[in-house]
């Protein structure tokens, strides 16, 4: 049974993070062409937020063990050197610098590092990325994974065949067909020249459906806040961590007559693996790295499936929070001004993200929550808020948003099939109204969720870079717009038949809450 609020667990299958709520970072500048990369024109935020200062009184108590921070200054030598001088003098040790956008990740035992590193002459802000000491889920699908049964694969390869289809699964793949993905890639698969780096919970680039299209070079481990690249470091740590490998094969998938097809089997797809593996979770040091990372490798797009945790919302009335929104938010600028386009998941709360206030009583979720009231305007979910990241909804087979979807008018970009396995049943012939792709170990499975919708927004991205690779990421997502199909706001949203409706759709035809700019069109994309 799938639940929208379904309950987060320590190992995959993965969190639903059906609690994430997500509002677009407000700004008073054109996106992407005037950002800046220092955090001085984000508003102060009037919230209730725990401070992750907690976990320094607990270290106090015990025996200290070490937390992780990010410390965020300016990026030349002279400030760089001072800093890390600060950091040493403060029992601090220094992990990783990124001098390109002068974000230092730091270890430390020190319970008071953090209050007495963001007095240090040249740091612009600092803070704790976790509240849970470092010991010696962080995506978007709701539900457990559904595998692909002997019996369901024999039935479908059937149908497929009967039905002229080019891969042996693609009878159940009526999410390509609705975004038109099967006919485009008789026209245009994309370009092995483009790549779209998964980062996630890992890649199984040993799938006979990845494999053809894996870009091992431009693939690492971000896991501790630095890139190892070293054979494998990319893949899951077991086959319960699924989650980037399904994702994967929905973007790009081969043509190759084994299994199912991607949004772009021409394309190249890459693995940064940011999942910790104690818990599953991504926190924003790995997070980090893993921008700096596909920048520096010229990856053209990304795909995140997930947000930054500890917190659902950071809030920037709080060192630590505000911290974490600085460093992550100028690694994700050094990656759009390199050339990359990033897409999120909107969440799968099926909140109104322009509301006034929301509560949020998962943060942290790596030690305890506490139960909170924000301001989704004023309190952020990184990376989804991000000036120039593109927030992309779900829908299922009937092109309606899916039950469980966070939406919002002027928050949501676009949409694209996440799955509905609740109220939109495909005519396909296993009739699961989620979304069928890969998995670790050669098997497939069906999941559902604004993690599913992201890849397949990005796989049309894909294309269209493919078809105009000197486009720049804000040119790109202005096209990603434009090819979108919006159905307008429905009349009624009462999906349960109670008489009262599920979510209340505000904008017009051409731009909405549910739809964003509308549903995306690969078809449309390649022509």
Known sequence: MDHSHAPRSSRSPRPSRSSRPRRRLALAVPVVLSLTASLGFLPAAASAAPRAGA????????????????????????????????????????????????????????????????????????????????????????????????????????????????????????????????KAAKINPGSSRVTVAVIDTGVDDTHPDLAPNFSASQSANCVGGKADTSEGAWRPYTAEDYHGTHVAGEIAAARNGIGVAGVAPGVKVSSIKVSDPDNGLFYPENVVCAFMFAADRGVEITNNSYYVDPWLYNCMDDPDQRAIVDAVNRAQLYAQRKGTLHLASAGNSNHDLDADA??????????????????????????????????????????????????????????APGGDARYQIPDTPSKNGRILSTMPNNEYAWLQGTSMASPHAAGVAALLKSKHPWASPAQLQWLLKAQADNPGCPASYDQDGDGAQDATCEGGKRVNGFYGFGIVNALRAVK
């Open 358 to 415: 929301i509560v949020d009583d998962s943060s942290p979720n790596d030690t305890t929550p506490v139960t909170r009231t924000i301001d989704p305007h004023e309190c952020f979910d990184v990376p989804t808020q991000l000036p120039g990241i593109v927030t992309v909804s779900a829908t299922g087979v009937d092109e309606e948003k899916s039950y469980y979807s966070t939406y919002g008018n002027g928050v949501v970009d676009i949409a």
């Open 55 to 182: 976990a320094a009184e607990a270290a106090r108590a015990g025996d200290a063990p070490s937390l992780a921070y990010v410390v965020n200054t300016k990026t030349d030598h002279r400030t760089i050197a001072s800093v890390k001088r600060a950091i040493a003098e403060a029992d601090g040790s220094v992990v990783a610098t990124y001098q390109k956008i002068g974000v230092i990740v730091v270890h430390s035992a020190n319970p008071g590092f953090g209050e007495r590193i963001r007095k240090a002459r040249g740091v612009q802000s600092a803070g704790a990325t976790r509240t849970a000491p470092l010991t010696a889920a962080g995506t978007t699908d709701e539900g457990a994974a559904r595998m692909l049964t002997g019996e369901q694969a024999a039935r479908t390869a059937r149908a497929s065949e009967a039905a002229g289809a080019g891969e042996p699964l693609e009878a159940d793949q009526w999410d390509l067909r609705a975004i038109g993905a099967d």
